[in-house]
Structures are given as structure tokens and as C-alpha cells.
């Protein structure tokens, strides 16, 4: 009977939404995700239906209107950039899954610690299935401490960056 049911679920799932970055699909409304915690107007901690086991916790961007625009894990914190930079052993099987990434300049969380071409942040752009616009792996500090994030950014991304809730004249 177990096998029936799970038949069933398995049928019922869409199978681009069983290989989506961590189970959740682009424009895939946050009402059917287990939200944590919100904060602020888009970004809901999240519980994913398909947790990885580098990542201890997962921010969804999403609007009412446009749904999940990017989903981001992140790692446990480090006390040094080294250490959370050697935990970047997903980087290898992104490389395998996605090919060649660029190095793109730090965002305005990451410390200034680059050393080395290889330390800064990678992204994947172009060709990527699951409706996503662009992937990053970068190493963020924030109190002294050091986390890896992964983030994944769906092809609507623009449409939730540019969306103003209702009432909000000024977009402030």
C-alpha cells in the first residue's frame, strides 16, 4: 500500500519541480512552502521540500504576484573565511553538473578578504534548466563569522526585484 501512495505523490509532482533547486520551482507560490520566519516583504526562511545537507537554513525571495524568484542556502557559520571557504565542496559538483562558472566581484556583504581568483564568488549564467536565470556560490561574513551561500535565481528575478507592494507610492 506504501508503494502505491508513493506512486501516487510521485505522479502528482510535476518532475521539474522533483529536480528544482532544493524542490521549489520558479513562480511556485510561498503559501506552499513551510515558511519559518518572514522578513520584510519578500524574504521568507524557509523549510525546502528537498533540503541539502551542506545547508542549515534557506531563504526564499518571493512576491504575491510573481512567486519564488530565488531560493538561497546557506551554510552553518565559521569563525575564519578559510574554513567556510574549504566547506565549498559543492562548488565541485556544480562545476560537474553546470560547466565552467565566472568569478564575479563580491556582493556588498562579502569581506574583503579575497586572496585569490578561486576565492571569489562563482556564477553560472546562460544555458540553465529549471527556469533559472543565474546560480552563485559565494563566501559571505557577517559578525565575524562566515557562512557559504547558494543561490539560485529564477528567470522572474527582475520581476520581484521591481514589484512594490500595494500602497507603498514611494517604494520605500
Given at each position: 500500500?506504501k508503494?502505491?501512495?508513493?506512486?501516487?505523490?510521485?505522479?502528482?509532482?510535476?518532475?521539474?519541480?522533483q529536480?528544482?533547486?532544493?524542490?521549489?520551482?520558479?513562480?511556485q507560490?510561498i503559501?506552499?512552502?513551510?515558511?519559518?520566519?518572514?522578513?520584510g516583504?519578500k524574504?521568507?526562511v524557509?523549510?525546502p521540500?528537498r533540503?541539502?545537507?551542506?545547508f542549515s537554513?534557506?531563504?526564499?525571495?518571493a512576491?504575491?504576484?510573481?512567486?519564488?524568484?530565488?531560493?538561497i542556502?546557506?551554510?552553518?557559520?565559521f569563525?575564519?573565511?578559510?574554513?567556510a571557504y574549504a566547506?565549498?565542496?559543492?562548488?565541485t559538483?556544480?562545476?560537474?553538473?553546470?560547466g565552467?562558472?565566472?568569478?564575479v566581484?563580491?556582493?556588498?556583504?562579502?569581506?574583503l578578504?579575497?586572496?585569490?581568483?578561486?576565492?571569489?564568488?562563482?556564477?553560472?549564467k546562460?544555458?540553465?534548466?529549471?527556469?533559472?536565470?543565474?546560480?552563485?556560490?559565494?563566501?559571505v561574513?557577517e559578525?565575524?563569522?562566515?557562512?557559504?551561500e547558494?543561490?539560485?535565481?529564477?528567470?522572474n528575478?527582475?520581476?520581484?526585484?521591481?514589484?512594490?507592494?500595494?500602497?507603498?507610492?514611494e517604494g520605500l
Amino acid at each position: 500500500m506504501k508503494y502505491v501512495y508513493l506512486c501516487l505523490t510521485l505522479a502528482l509532482v510535476p518532475s521539474n519541480a522533483q529536480a528544482a533547486p532544493f524542490g521549489i520551482t520558479e513562480g511556485q507560490s510561498i503559501k506552499s512552502l513551510k515558511v519559518q520566519e518572514r522578513f520584510g516583504e519578500k524574504s521568507f526562511v524557509i523549510s525546502p521540500p528537498r533540503p541539502n545537507s551542506n545547508f542549515s537554513e534557506y531563504v526564499a525571495i518571493a512576491t504575491p504576484l510573481h512567486g519564488v524568484c530565488a531560493v538561497i542556502g546557506r551554510t552553518n557559520s565559521f569563525s575564519t573565511f578559510r574554513d567556510a571557504y574549504a566547506k565549498q565542496s559543492v562548488l565541485t559538483k556544480l562545476l560537474s553538473k553546470y560547466g565552467k562558472s565566472t568569478a564575479v566581484r563580491p556582493g556588498e556583504r562579502a569581506p574583503l578578504v579575497y586572496t585569490t581568483p578561486n576565492d571569489l564568488p562563482r556564477q553560472w549564467k546562460g544555458q540553465l534548466p529549471y527556469g533559472l536565470d543565474s546560480i552563485t556560490i559565494e563566501t559571505v561574513g557577517e559578525n565575524k563569522r562566515f557562512v557559504v551561500e547558494l543561490a539560485y535565481f529564477y528567470n522572474n528575478i527582475t520581476k520581484c526585484q521591481n514589484w512594490v507592494p500595494k500602497g507603498d507610492k514611494e517604494g520605500l
